[in-house]
């Protein structure tokens, strides 16, 4: 840690050690000494690189060419090293932008120093391993050579003593390098010219072969034998920094703007996207609904390795008429906002859970709210379903390898984006991609490239965006914004108004012309399938589903009212017929446990079944005109039964028809819902507070005492009594004494004190050898004397 750093900050005013903490508030975390230990926090090589992470490109070439030059260096110095690499020539604006953003590196601590005297502080070159895809200097890429092989190199391109340091100084010379480059082939020129602007190395077999300039063959060995070139490993090549800046004409950024570049795309109709993003809303929370009513009654299974399979992934797709990618967003969502959750860890099932029960009852925005912020703050990808990791595995949804710790970051960023882009806008991939590329250059990546892919399709899919521009309620869910209030609000007025009535027709099917009721589609999801989706939904009544119905409780009277009070069209006769027989039919059977039973007060419909060839694999056994036992399961008895076409009810030892709730099964226990780790900054008067206590304790850290040397001569000894009367009268005093003490040892030893407290058999002073406040024990001290 630089003295001079530690100075500057010293130096620096609360006002202006207040604006560091709150930008990096892990200087204070927890809050250090003095002024020494921030210094030395703020300079660390992990705080140092979590700082440059956030800077834009612009910040960062301008640390960049800091880190590059040799310090210190003037303002002047530094607006004229990056003008060449400028769009147009330096104006009045590109000036303030420059002294704006020097600025802001000495508020970050980067850069310390007057304009004309600046360095990047300490660990900042350590971190820029790299600057501007230049190579490390000379004297750091020839260190580990021996000196037999810097003494070649030295003679081969100039002449002198054979350091490191003298053939960096060769290489700091751009006629000596010119000169070197002249000598080579075209061919090498060209591979100096590929390493020219990053990256920096390259791959060459044999990379630490001896070869001098006079027998070199090939373009890597006329490179490597003039030090054009220099051998990190025994297969890595780089090239070193002087080289490099030759090749550049002295440029250490080939392009720069102070500006970001601008968003592009196509201009939407504002109430249009508003109207589409409110339709998306509403369908993607129907679907968790939908989702989690299916798996009430028919949950699919918990796969070994965790996740969902693949042909459960299939059929959610298929029942919620969604592409599979679509299919596995729902289900992720679901499952990150705890609505549902595993039974259990070995053969357990995918259900919703108790909190699904309170999410239900909300009112939809209120609901879509909590799906999209668990969207946005989730660490799960719901893209990568289908993809295969590392080894080959396949990524199922709901597998727990589907996180990704930036997930959460890059959507918040990427919506950022669409947010500044303009009301209606709607920005193309390649424009998020350059633009958050530019905001945050030391991130981009491959997975981060993906990752805005994802958002951009899932805040679509979800209802965030409207055809491609973000829309007021899904800029509401941004930091910032009041997502549990303003989300909803806006949101509410666009969402259409449910219906809590259907068209039944002749040919048994009712036709919901918009969103129903959720007590009226979950009815008629129990009575009736869905035959097709779209803009209006269509439901069939037949056989199963009426049975369906009396299974759960409902009888053929509340069937017809239900259908009576929501139905804008009269009760077709077809379905009131229906109804009436498969109620009339549905129980006139019954099945019990023996292991099962068939009990039937009309013997001559038992006759029927004992008559049956399909009813040979039941093993029936006929012990009354009206009962009938079978070796089978109660659940494999009503199945059988039912396919051969009866419609036999279930019933319990007491006799009673027992009611199938199909849409209530629920796990037993809550699921771990990962709480969004969202950090909105430290309030004023902590951060004001930090300051003071490392101001108070720098002050007290430079008024320390140096230690004093213990008086010569035997240690003291006196009575305890004595002793215990005279500390506290030093105590009281405020006085130093002269103490002998015994160590862990029992070796004697002389203290000076400052005593402070004594309590609890301890003493408590300011050791004045030592330059410390220790506790002593007060039987370990062997006597007291005063200080002459």
Known sequence: MSTEFTEWLRSRSDDQLRALVAVRPELITPVPAHLEGLAGRASSPSAVGRVL???????????????????????????????????RPPDAAFRRALKETVERLRTLALVYG??????????????????????????????????????????????????????????????????????????ARAALNELAWGPPSGRVPNARREVRAATAQSPIEQLLSRALLGATGEETVVL???????????????????????????????????????????????????????WSVDPPGVLRGGGLAVRDLKRASGLLDLPEWAAGLVIEVAHAAGLVSASGTVDGDWLPTPAYDAWRVKGTEDRWTALATTWLTMDRVPGVIGERDERDRLLNALHPDLRRTAAAEVRTATLGMLAVAGPGLAPTLESVRERLAWEQPRRRGGQRDQLVEFTLREAEQIGVTGLGAIVDHGRA????????????????????????????????????????????????????????????????????????????????DEMLAMLERHSATPVPQ?????VADVARRHGRMRVGTASAYVRCDDPSLLDEVMADRRAIPLRLRRLAPTVIASKTTRP?????????????????????????????????????????????GLEADVVAAAVRAVRAGDA????????????????????????????REAIRQGSQVWIGYLDSQGNATSRILEPARM????????????????RFALHRITGIADIN
């Open 53 to 87: 992470d956030r800077l834009d490109l612009f910040t960062l070439s301008v640390i960049e060419t800091l880190a590059v030059l040799p310090s210190p260096i003037t303002a002047k110095a530094l607006c004229a090293q990056m003008t060449p690499a400028l769009r």
């Open 240 to 294: 070193p920094r002087e080289v490099g800046l030759f090749l550049r004409d002295g440029r250490i950024h080939q392009d720069l703007s102070p500006v970001s570049p601008a968003l592009e795309g196509t201009a939407r109709d504002r109430r249009l996207a508003d109207r589409t993003a409110a339709g998306q809303a509403f369908a993607f929370t129907r679907a968790v609904e939908e989702l989690c009513e299916r």
């Open 477 to 556: 869910l941004l930091p910032g914004g009041d997502r549990a209030m303003s989300a909803g609000r806006l949101l509410a007025p666009l969402l259409p108004e449910p219906l809590d009535h259907v068209l039944l027709q002749a040919d048994l099917t009712a036709v919901a012309p918009g969103p129903l009721t959720s007590d009226l589609r979950r009815w008629l999801a129990l009575a009736a399938d869905v035959e097709s989706t779209g803009g209006a939904t269509v439901y069939r009544f037949d056989e199963r589903s009426i049975r369906r119905a009396l299974d759960a409780g409902q009888s053929a």
């Open 700 to 727: 007290a850290h430079q008024a320390r005492r140096a230690p004093v040397d213990a008086p010569g001569g035997q240690v003291p000894r006196s009575p305890a009594t004595a002793t215990i009367v005279a500390l």
């Open 114 to 187: 007057p304009d004309g005297a600046m360095a990047p502080a300490p660990g900042v070159r350590e971190i820029l391993e790299v600057p501007a895809g230049l190579g490390p200097p000379a004297v750091e890429v020839f260190r580990h050579h021996p000196a037999e092989r810097l003494a070649e190199l030295v003679q081969d391109i100039g002449g002198g003593d054979g350091t490191k340091e003298t053939l960096a100084g060769l290489l700091g010379d751009p006629g000596v390098v010119g000169r070197l480059i002249q000598d080579v082939s075209p061919q």
């Open 636 to 680: 494999t008895l009503i199945d059988s039964l039912r396919a051969m076409g009866y419609a036999p009810a279930a019933e319990s030892l007491d006799g009673d028809v027992i009611i199938t709730q199909l849409d209530v099964r629920r796990t037993d226990g809550q699921p771990l819902v990962r709480p969004p780790a969202t950090f909105n």
């Open 759 to 774: 309590e609890g058999g301890y003493l408590t002073a300011y050791d004045e050898t030592r330059t410390a406040v220790h």
């Open 574 to 578: 077809p379905l009131g017929y229906l």
